[in-house]
C-alpha cells in the first residue's frame, strides 16, 4: 500500500516536472517574439501562457503560484524596459510585489529594476525609496546569511544609490 501511494506521488511529480519545463519552453519562445511585438500583444501572449499553465497545476497551488510570479515578472521587466509610462511601470511592480517574490535576490532584481525604470522616467524619490528599502532588506540578510549572490546584490543597490546621489539633481517627484 505504501509503495502504491509512493509511486503515485512519484508519478504526480513526474508531471509537475513536465509541466514546469513545458511552461519554461513556452515562455522562452513568448520572449524569443517580445522583440518584434508589440507591449500590448506580449502581454495577452503572457497572460493566455499563464492561464493555460495555471490551468493545468490546479492541485498544485505552490507551482501555479510561481507561474503567477514568473509571467509577472516578465510583465515587469518588459514594461520597464520597452519605456511603458510611470502608471504601467508602477502596476506591474505592485503586482509582482503582490504575489511575492522566490527569494530576497530576486526580490532585489525586481525592485532594482523598478528603481532604475522609476529613476529613468522622473521620479527619483520613488527610485530612492525602494532602492533604501531593499539594501537594507539585503543588508539584513548578508548579516544573517552568507550568500554571495545576496552580496553581489547589495553592491549593485549601493552603486545605484550613489549614481543618483552624484546626478546632481534633487530627488524630486
Do not use: W
Not at 497551488?61 to 510611470?86: K, M, T, Y
Not at 525609496?129 to 531593499?134: E, G, T
Amino acid at each position: 500500500m505504501e509503495a502504491k501511494r509512493m509511486s503515485e506521488s512519484a508519478k504526480r511529480s513526474k508531471g509537475t516536472a513536465s509541466i514546469g519545463r513545458a511552461f519554461a519552453l513556452a515562455l522562452l519562445s513568448e520572449l524569443a517574439k517580445a522583440a518584434t511585438a508589440s507591449h500590448a500583444e506580449i502581454g495577452r501572449s503572457l497572460r493566455n501562457l499563464e492561464k493555460d499553465y495555471v490551468k493545468q497545476l490546479r492541485g498544485h497551488p505552490d507551482l501555479s503560484l510561481e507561474i503567477r510570479r514568473r509571467i509577472a515578472e516578465q510583465l515587469l521587466d518588459q514594461a520597464v524596459l520597452r519605456g511603458s509610462n510611470f502608471s504601467v511601470c508602477r502596476a506591474r511592480f505592485n503586482a509582482a510585489s503582490k504575489l511575492g517574490f522566490t527569494n530576497l535576490e530576486q526580490k532585489a532584481h525586481y525592485h532594482l529594476l523598478y528603481a532604475k525604470g522609476s529613476f529613468a522616467r522622473g521620479h527619483k524619490r520613488v527610485a530612492n525609496r525602494v532602492a533604501v528599502a531593499i539594501a537594507n532588506d539585503l543588508e539584513q540578510s548578508v548579516k544573517k546569511r552568507k550568500s554571495l549572490l545576496a552580496q553581489e546584490c547589495l553592491a549593485h543597490t549601493k552603486k545605484f544609490l550613489d549614481l543618483m546621489k552624484s546626478d546632481g539633481s534633487q530627488l524630486e517627484k
